[in-house]
């Protein structure tokens, strides 16, 4: 998967390119195999990680990052929280969004939050696939369903959009194509 590079993080983050600030902290929700985990980690000093599958929490702990229950985070406030095109594949999204806000540092957090729209949930894990939460989008083109998501997801749960962009996104395939090419709207927010 590869969404951004780490200078155009840097640049979601309103860092210059050159620039050797580092952060305390990163949770990177949903890290997979950590290939993007690994364009981000050079701006913190710690590195925390979820990840549903077995096998990709074993391959993040060897990467050095701290794998948490995917829920459960203690009482950590992250600087920065990632949650990239996890949201429409999660089981409680309304439950998880409310968990980063909790979890986000309130003076200088960010978070990062990217999803393909039209948004179309799937949970791998169910035998319907269907989230146990339902977020619902009205709208058909990206920008409906954007003045959607902010006025009515994540402006109620207290954060505030700082940016907003699009960025193409190329992910793995199936069985008809090799990767997919698809768009993907980032979201850096901050607590309201």
């Known amino acids: 998967m590869f969404v951004y590079s780490t200078n155009q993080?840097?640049?979601?983050?309103?860092?210059d390119n050159n620039s050797q600030f580092k952060f305390k902290s990163l949770l990177d929700i949903g890290a997979?195999?950590?290939?993007v985990t690994r364009r981000m980690a050079s701006l913190f000093e710690k590195v925390y990680a979820t990840e549903m599958s077995k096998v990709m929490q074993w391959s993040l702990s060897t990467c050095g990052y701290e794998v948490l229950d995917i829920d459960q985070w203690g009482d950590i406030q992250f600087d920065v929280i990632t949650c990239l095109n996890?949201?429409?594949?999660c089981e409680k999204p309304l439950s998880l969004l409310k968990n980063i806000r909790e979890h986000t540092n309130p003076n200088h957090g960010r978070v990062?939050?990217?999803?393909?729209?039209?948004?179309?949930?799937?949970?791998?894990?169910?035998?319907d696939h269907l989230p146990d939460e339902s977020i619902h989008i009205e709208g058909r083109l990206p920008e409906e369903q954007i003045n959607e998501i902010v006025s009515n997801i994540f402006q109620p749960l207290g954060f505030r959009v700082k940016k907003i962009t699009r960025l193409p996104?190329?992910?793995?395939?199936?069985?008809?194509?090799?990767?997919?090419?698809?768009?993907?709207?980032?979201?850096v927010l901050e607590i309201n």
């Open 9 to 15: 993080f840097k640049t979601l983050l309103g860092l």
């Open 32 to 35: 997979g195999d950590g290939s």
């Open 86 to 89: 996890v949201l429409d594949r």
């Open 112 to 127: 990062i939050m990217s999803l393909v729209l039209p948004f179309k949930p799937y949970f791998e894990y169910s035998k």
């Open 169 to 187: 996104y190329l992910c793995e395939g199936d069985m008809e194509r090799s990767y997919y090419f698809l768009s993907d709207y980032i979201f």
